[in-house]
């Protein structure tokens, strides 16, 4: 049974910090692109960023480019998503994904693609 469980949210001032992490288990972890999305309350779910299997490849959305990171341990099954500089507008549930893929370069933006989900961790931004 595949499980996506994340921590790491919570409240945060605007200008703040927060690593988010996401623990998988029940698949072989080196074989799937990850990635974070995140969901505000009234809004769509949207694309924040994701990682190749190797790592080599990320990509982000424009409004977090600079300021978030993603990153991944293989060994520890778990992907991380750095966020510096912080704003009220990155408020909101924090999923991750994970979509198995030979390539080991690939990047995936779309939900769609997306094989498994976490439950999201809460990230919420005060002015």
């Known amino acids: 049974q595949v499980q996506l469980v994340e921590s790491g949210g919570g409240l945060v001032q605007a200008g703040g910090s927060l690593r988010l992490s996401c623990a998988a288990s029940?698949?072989?972890?080196?074989?799937?692109?990850m990635g974070w999305f995140r969901q505000a309350p009234g809004k769509e779910r949207e694309f924040v960023a994701s990682?190749?299997?190797?790592?080599?490849?990320?990509s982000y959305e424009d409004s977090v480019k600079g300021r978030f990171t993603i990153s991944r341990d293989n060994t520890k099954s778990t992907v991380y998503l750095q966020m510096n500089s912080l704003t009220p507008e990155d408020t909101g549930v924090y999923y991750c994904?994970?979509?198995?893929?030979?390539?080991?370069?690939?990047?995936?933006?779309?939900?769609?693609?997306?094989?498994?989900w976490g439950q999201g961790t809460q990230v919420t931004v005060s002015s």
């Open positions: 994904a994970a979509a198995v893929d030979m390539a080991m370069h690939a990047l995936r933006t779309r939900a769609v693609l997306y094989d498994y």
């Open positions: 029940g698949l072989t972890f080196n074989r799937f692109v």
């Open positions: 990682i190749s299997r190797s790592s080599v490849m990320t």
